[in-house]
């Protein structure tokens, strides 16, 4: 999100052309969501977890293609790297065609 800031006559910020909050009270807002977001556990824990599923990706999906693993971090993350963002990212997963190529090609299907 590019963030521009716009000074008016007395130097404070302008409230935005859609009529919405001020930008100082928006950046305040986006700080307090991605706060929240990280939990009580702190950066330390969000990392740590994101670690995890990053290591149980590749090991459990080490031939990924890029693209591929892109879409499903996208997913992980949207659901804040949680058991039931990675159950929702495989059942994805499970209908690409390059999961279904590869089941394949392991014999699985």
């Known amino acids: 999100m590019l963030l521009r800031r716009v000074k008016v006559e007395h130097g404070t910020p302008e409230a935005p052309d859609n009529g919405g909050p001020p930008l ?16 009580a556990g702190g950066r330390h824990d969000l990392l740590a977890q994101m670690l995890r599923m990053e290591a149980r990706l590749t090991s459990e999906y080490p031939d990924m293609p890029y693209e591929v693993k892109t879409e499903f971090n996208v997913r992980l993350h949207a659901r804040r790297y949680s058991e039931d963002a990675w159950d929702a990212a495989v059942s994805w997963l499970a209908s690409t065609d390059w999961f279904l190529l590869r089941g394949r090609y392991l014999g699985y299907v």
């Open 24 to 39: 100082w009270l928006q950046l305040a807002q986006d700080e307090i969501e991605v706060r929240t977001q990280i939990g």
